[in-house]
């Protein structure tokens, strides 16, 4: 057996979740933690999450060689590795994720099941715990004063830029954090009471239902 053969054999598929269309915020947020070419609102995106970690080099080489693909992030754990690409044209970025499974002998429905660790809501935000929140997640935008406050917390982590994605897609919400690295992924947004429910059931049903693509 090749040494690939051997690491393929060892690899775990933990997350792999289509986005047809990043949302503005997304985006944006994306694009400054990005280490690679960051994505802009419209385009397509996969993010993948495999274990042990350093075989994502591997998945980020198959994925890159298959199409016109712009690699956005890689990360580099030891337990985990995650990448995510992403293109204008939806179909490139579906054929490198189809691709890539071909070359892991692996489907869809060999991904980790996404489940929810926490979610809470959070009405009328006091100054106080704003101010705090603020100056810790310097990334996103800022949550103010008397605004409700969504969380919610994922395992597997990338699923959690699904929710977001779509959370996004279903109201008029403010991203303040998105964090898809680790062992969970967490999501903080905030707005207006009843857009903040809206979206939360949105991003709840996201995890729920994940795309399949």
């Known amino acids: 057996m090749s040494i690939y053969s051997s ?5 775990k598929l933990r997350t792999y979740v289509f986005i047809d269309s990043l949302q503005p915020q997304l985006a944006e947020y994306m694009a400054t933690v990005s280490q690679g070419f960051p994505p802009v609102p419209g385009d397509a995106c996969l993010w993948v999450e495999v274990s042990p970690g350093m075989a994502i080099h591997r998945v980020t080489d198959i994925a890159l060689k298959a199409t016109q693909v712009h690699l956005t992030q890689k990360i580099v754990e030891r337990e985990y590795g995650s990448m995510v690409i992403h293109h204008r044209d939806q179909s490139d970025v579906i054929s ?18 996404p489940t929810i660790a926490w979610t809470e809501i959070i009405r009328g935000m006091s100054p106080e715990h704003c101010v705090l929140i603020n100056r810790q997640n310097r990334m996103g935008s800022m949550i ?15 699923y959690i830029v699904y929710a977001a ?44 239902n994940p795309s399949r693509t």
């Open 7 to 11: 690491a393929q054999a060892r690899m």
């Open 96 to 113: 490198a994720g189809q691709t890539l499974l071909g070359r892991m002998n692996a489907q869809v429905d060999d991904r980790s099941k």
């Open 144 to 158: 103010l004063p008397e605004q409700s406050m969504f969380i919610l917390e994922t395992e597997p982590a990338g």
């Open 165 to 208: 994605n779509q959370a996004e897609k279903a109201a008029n919400i403010t991203l303040i954090d998105v964090r898809a690295v680790g062992a969970y992924g967490r999501l903080l947004l905030s707005g207006r009471e009843a857009d903040v429910d809206e979206a939360a059931a949105a991003a709840i049903a996201a995890v729920e």
